[in-house]
């Protein structure tokens, strides 16, 4: 099976930056997507950014011009650079992926656990 591992997450002042990672690990042939999706108090989760196997990106536009996330395909790992952070960024993370299990086209789609982000005044 496949799992997803989420690491970076913390505190952080308004205007600071970080990186989150997540690494899909198990029997996977190659990534179709990953993304990165949030879900902040009273809220509902929501879509921050989203990155194919082929590297197309989709972002919020909330977050457009201050965060990035690219691809490692070689490590099945996808990033989220994450600068000039703000209050309302504050939120439950969670890294999302569709991969293709082997030459068949089997694939698996599911979530890692949730990373926590508080983003101070």
């Known amino acids: 099976q496949v799992q997803l591992v989420e690491s970076g997450g913390g505190l952080v002042q308004a205007g600071g930056s970080l990186r989150l990672s997540c690494v899909a690990s198990?029997?996977?042939?190659?990534?179709?997507?990953m993304g990165w999706y949030r879900q902040g108090p009273g809220k509902q989760r929501e879509l921050v950014a989203n990155i194919t196997g082929g590297g197309s990106t989709d972002y919020a536009d909330s977050v457009k011009g201050r965060f990035t996330i690219s691809l490692d395909n070689a490590k099945n790992t996808v990033y989220l650079q994450m600068n000039d952070l703000k209050p309302e960024d504050t939120a439950v993370y969670s890294c999302n992926a569709l991969v293709t299990l082997d030459a068949w086209g089997s694939t698996w789609w599911g979530w890692g656990q949730g990373t926590q982000i508080t983003v101070s005044p």
């Open positions: 198990g029997s996977i042939f190659s990534i179709n997507d």
